[in-house]
């Protein structure tokens, strides 16, 4: 997997390049989150979107409700259980999104140079003259010459369903707005987002808490992506929130940053959340257009020193209706991975795409070529220099792991954890090779009845650039003698072995816990 390695800044030869890609058992080490909707809720279209590489599920409540969502994913586990293939299940939040209320569900063709008022009357019809909004603070927040974008909900960008409106006056709660250029805005939801400006709701609304307390609670989500996070005490608020639904408790809260309020507040954001998701649809209204790259690279960073998974959304667009990404596109998804992503988010493309599978499918392939030309040997020195020493035990431990996995050409790490966190710091260091998290499930009681925990920490770590979980028999305690330990590395070299990651004669680095100790050593396979 590790051995096809090219390193960009040394002379290659061009016609390697053409050379087809060994196949591998896992499509890409970075992994795919796809949103299921309209397009993508069949169980053979979902097995699908397994098979090509997808290891989360998104389930988007700004549109579709709780009832259609179940439906969805019980067409979830179904594929799950069919395939054989695990997958996490991630709740959007609505958050403080602005939309534009359509009940009519016609057409509305605007066209530039003209006025249009967004009014907070929702008993209105819309029109070209007058589009009603579900948010009555607007006049308040705008001024004479902002900017405010309409378009479809997860627009693309490239359809003439997008509209820009340039705010020419405040008429008490109603705002004239001057159309910038000519549209038809066509399909039953459209969103509203005025650039760089404060919008005076919670990020957690009243439908949000609703939502995760029924449906979540239900399904006990293994992520919350927390849509338009703003600030860290966003983040503080939910999972206080969370805290007190029982086995959400072990929900990972993933900030969403869609705006410069989010950007500005970016570190302590960081700090609080358990990974990050950058919206670069939205961050891409609110940002000149010429720094959305800059914001990638810096936030990508920040993410991969702090060992927080990254995902990045909005890359190949253009294949909601296509069968192949532009070339653009396939830069992008390529630089993403370069620049340390650990997740790439497909919303439209999957949600209402014609091609759910084949995105996934040519997402996963652009990923694990340039995983290809990855330069591990930097990002390992900068890494390491970045955390300083002294180092934490368990931080010289993962770093231990890896730079002896390289050293002797391992074909995988296998770690032992029973909360997800010494993996975690492995995959930090981004290894060349697979890491197998063997999670150790854990006996806990409610003073009512006992249970296993370990489930909620295998499927979280299926949004880890290079991690893949399995979870071990009950039995096995994380940190125990020598002998119960053996027949766990047993079981997870045999897994290794099953999906081809593993064969005789291979070099594999296990890391696991004796006693108080922690131990990284080298086994070398027989026949």
Not at 67 to 93: F, G, P, R, W
Not at 259 to 267: A, C, K, R, S, V
Request: proline share 4%; hydrophobic share 40%; aromatic share 6%.
């Amino acid at each position: 997997m590790h051995s096809g390695h090219l390193l960009l800044e040394e002379p290659i030869r061009m016609a390697s390049i053409l050379e087809p890609s060994k196949a591998s058992f896992f499509p890409a080490m970075t992994k795919i989150v796809g949103t299921l909707g309209p397009k993508s809720r069949s169980v053979e279209i979902i097995s699908g979107c397994l098979k090509a590489g997808m290891s989360v599920a998104r389930f988007d409540f700004s549109w579709g409700d709780p009832a259609y969502h179940q439906e969805t994913l019980e067409n979830l586990k179904a594929a799950i259980k069919s395939t054989k293939n695990l997958c996490a299940v991630m709740l959007d939040t609505v958050g403080p999104e602005l939309q534009v209320i359509n009940k009519s569900g016609n057409s509305i063709s605007l066209q530039a140079d003209a006025f249009v008022v967004l009014t907070p009357d929702q008993e209105k019809e819309a029109s070209s003259e007058l589009l009603p909004i579900n948010f009555d603070g607007l006049s308040k927040a705008v001024k004479n010459g902002d900017t405010i974008f309409v378009g479809q909900y997860l627009f693309t960008g490239s359809e003439t369903t997008s509209v820009w409106l340039e705010v020419s006056e405040v008429k008490g709660e109603d705002v004239v707005c001057v159309i910038k250029n000519s549209a038809t805005l066509a399909g039953s939801l459209f969103t509203l987002h005025a650039s760089q400006i404060h919008i005076d709701l919670p990020t957690l609304s009243d439908k949000d808490k609703e939502v995760i307390s029924s449906w979540g609670v239900q399904n006990k989500i293994d992520f919350l992506s927390l849509s338009y996070t703003r600030h860290a005490e966003d983040v503080r608020h939910a999972r206080e929130f969370l805290s007190k639904l029982g086995d959400l408790s072990q929900t990972q809260i993933f900030a969403k940053i869609e705006n410069i309020e989010g950007l500005n507040h970016f570190d302590e954001i960081l700090e609080e959340a358990d990974g990050i998701i950058l919206s670069r649809g939205n961050l891409g209204i609110d940002l000149p257009t010429e720094k959305v790259f800059l914001f990638q690279k810096a936030a990508l960073y920040k993410c991969n020193m702090a060992g927080k998974p990254a995902v990045v959304t909005r890359v190949v667009d253009s294949m909601t209706d296509n069968l192949r990404p532009t070339r653009a596109e396939a830069t992008d998804v390529a630089n993403a991975v370069l620049d340390g992503s650990d997740a790439i988010l497909l919303g439209a493309e999957t949600l209402r795409g014609l091609y759910p599978i084949e995105t996934i499918s040519i997402v996963g392939k652009i990923c694990a070529e340039a995983e290809k030309v990855f330069n591990q040997d930097l990002y390992f020195k900068k890494t390491i220099k970045y955390v300083g020493e002294p180092m934490s035990h368990l931080e010289s431990i993962a770093s231990s792991a890896v730079r002896a996995a390289i050293k002797v050409k391992a074909s995988a790490i296998i770690c032992f954890t029973s909360s997800g966190r010494a993996a975690r710091l492995i995959a930090k260091y981004r290894p060349t090779m697979p890491v197998l998290s063997v999670v150790i499930p854990h006996l806990k009681t409610n003073q009512l009845k006992w249970s296993f925990s370990g489930a909620f920490e295998a499927r979280q770590s299926l949004i880890v650039r290079g991690l893949f979980p399995m979870l071990a028999d009950p039995q096995h305690p994380a940190e125990s003698m020598s002998a119960t330990n053996e027949s766990v590395l047993k079981v997870a070299l045999d897994h290794g072995k099953a999906s081809g990651i593993i064969k005789s004669h291979d070099r594999v680095v296990v890391c696991q816990k004796v006693g108080d100790a922690s131990v990284v050593k080298i086994i070398e396979l027989e026949d």
